[in-house]
């Protein structure tokens, strides 16, 4: 499903009336109405419900709200918090219809008579602000928003929570806190940005007859969810043998991080790799093969346990590799990185120490021939590109869409809504994972999902996307099931693997 901007929800909205020729009375009044449908689920008619408007068609939403559930029977008041002159167009339309079904509208502009309001009410209804709102939000506004979210009533918000941008870049704002918010047709972009996205509360989309296209392809970003996995997960040929489903190499791990690579090699066998080879430290070995008894060991030069020289290697004889995970930061182990870089004619994932390897050589990954994918977090990403991780967070779309395409690589911007971006720009959020996964091991683990997924036989935005929704559903199962976002760690994860193929895909 595509997520929006304001400007691409704008421009769908035109579309549907100008060309469409919908009357905008008429999508106002479906989403009203469907967000109606939402609220009596949560709130029965013997609660007062206020309903707080401003000037624009997020106002002209709350109006149809308020008369619908007077309809319905429910003592509602709404308190327009702006003057009469500057409700126009639709929204002053449905605020007539609301007069003329005997609704009760009072004009406050003062913060002390809205609290007042607020504490005679159970349950208020944010109309205030849309993806309308530009700049810091003003007076009343600002206040009322304050006084709201002190209250801690049962706030229910129209489309976003009013402060709330639609879309990334604003890092600072004054936002209502709602505890749910309807979402009116597409979710917007800031649904998936960590800062903004505790806002909303539990939402849900609610749907008003628009067409679900975007316009500007430039910018297509989209979510990744079960549907698309089903769609697009290659099945299992009976016919196949080990060899059909990916021969991968997992350099990395030293004498103190050989769970890094073990992680990985388990991750990618038990998500349908035929074959995995470890290339690590002679004295990891054991350990590693205790853990993972189906892969096989080639042993690298090394000295006090860090890797020092790479053998001889075929790489041509492996589908893809994966590279990083627990290596160390070694000058050799740098140069080790950038050699395989070169020399690899094969997809390529780099995470971890891997990645700060390679922020002086990021002109050969471009010059490379075949796909790499980088997996950091934000704070890879912010050694990665120079901006501080609160740049990041704030624009994570574009930084990333800005990196992939500059360096010609698959990013996949690891965090609470994990970001893939393509060389060509397009990009998709995964819609799986919690809290449980925020602990260390998790990357490993995901980056031993991706390799495998890059071997099977789809292309390589599929097995990214379904590599990482793969993971966090893992961690989804698990915590609804037998764990908890305390105790999940990240071999539970490669446990959970089995739970994901078996009931979801
Ligand atoms: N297709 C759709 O998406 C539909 C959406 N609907 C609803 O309409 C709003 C968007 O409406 P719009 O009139 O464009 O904007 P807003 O209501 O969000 O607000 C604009 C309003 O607010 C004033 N304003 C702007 N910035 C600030 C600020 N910083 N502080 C205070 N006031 C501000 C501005 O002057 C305008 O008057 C969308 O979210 C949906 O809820 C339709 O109902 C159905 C179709
Ligand atoms: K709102």
């Known amino acids: 499903m595509h997520i929006v901007t304001a400007k691409e929800m704008y421009e769908i909205d035109r579309f549907a009336i100008e060309k469409g020729g919908i ?15 939402q609220i009596t689920n949560l709130v029965d008619n013997t609660e007062r419900i206020l309903v707080l408007v401003g000037s624009g068609n997020n106002g002209g939403d709350g109006f149809v709200i308020a008369r619908n559930l007077l309809n319905k029977g429910y003592e509602v008041i709404v308190l327009q918090l702006v003057a009469d002159e500057k409700i126009k167009g639709d929204a002053a339309y449905h605020k007539q219809l609301f007069i003329n079904f005997k609704g009760k ?12 309001y607020l504490s005679n009410a159970d349950v208020v209804i ?25 209250l801690e009533m049962l706030t229910i918000s129209v489309d976003i929570p009013s402060g709330v941008p639609a879309d990334e870049g604003v890092a600072n704002f004054t936002a209502i806190k709602a505890d749910y918010t309807f979402v009116v047709e597409l979710p917007k972009l800031s649904l998936y940005l960590e800062y903004c996205s505790p806002f909303y509360g539990q939402w849900r989309l609610v749907e008003i007859g628009l067409p679900h296209t975007t316009f500007s392809q430039d910018n297509l970003i989209e979510t990744w969810n079960q549907k698309n996995v089903v769609e697009t997960l290659p099945k299992r040929n009976r016919y196949s043998h080990k060899g059909s489903h990916g ?14 690579v073990a992680m990985t090699a388990k991750a990618a066998l038990r998500s349908g790799s035929g074959l995995i080879t470890v290339g690590t430290v002679q004295e990891a070995i054991p350990s590693i093969a205790s853990y993972c008894m189906e892969a096989t060991y080639i042993s690298f030069l090394s000295n006090e ?27 050799s182990t740098a140069s080790i990185t950038k050699k395989v870089i070169v020399d690899a004619k094969i997809p390529i994932l780099i995470d971890a120490d891997g990645l700060q390897h390679i922020k002086g050589d990021l002109p050969l990954i471009k010059q490379r021939q075949h796909p790499t994918v980088l997996t950091p977090h934000p704070g890879e990403m912010a050694m990665l590109t120079g901006y501080s991780v609160k740049e990041i967070l704030t624009s994570p779309f574009k930084v990333s869409k800005q990196f992939a395409r500059e360096h010609g690589v698959y990013l996949i911007l690891k965090g609470v809504h994990t970001i893939i971006s393509d060389p060509n720009g397009r990009q998709w959020v995964n819609t799986t994972g ?3 996964l925020a602990k260390g091991g998790s990357g490993d683990v995901l980056s031993g999902i991706l390799l495998s997924m890059m071997m099977q036989n789809q292309s390589l935005n599929d097995a ?11 961690a989804d199962i698990l915590v609804s099931e037998q764990r908890s976002k305390q105790d999940l760690v990240a071999t539970d994860v490669i446990d959970g693997l089995t739970s994901v193929f078996r009931t979801l895909i």
Do not use: W
């Not at 009357?23 to 449908?37: C, H, S, T, Y």
């Not at 021969?247 to 890094?260: C, D, E, F, R």
């Not at 990214?464 to 893992?474: D, E, K, Q, R, V």
């Open 305 to 331: 346990g860090i890797i020092t020289g790479l053998p001889a290697i075929d790489f041509s004889s492996y589908d893809a590799l994966a590279i990083g995970m627990g290596m160390g930061r070694s000058e």
């Open 247 to 260: 021969k991968g190499l997992v350099i990395g791990g030293s004498h103190t991080m050989p769970g890094s």
């Open 105 to 116: 509208i009072q004009l406050v502009q003062e913060v002390t008579v809205v609290e007042q």
């Open 126 to 150: 944010d109309a205030m602000l849309g993806i309308g709102i530009s700049g810091e939000v003003r007076q009343p506004f600002k206040q009322v928003i304050e006084v709201v979210n002190k």
């Open 464 to 474: 990214l996307t379904n590599g990482c929704f793969i993971h966090g559903a893992s």
């Open 23 to 37: 009357d905008g009375r008429i999508l106002m009044e479906n989403a009203g109405r469907a967000i109606v449908d």
């Open 434 to 436: 919690n809290a449980g």
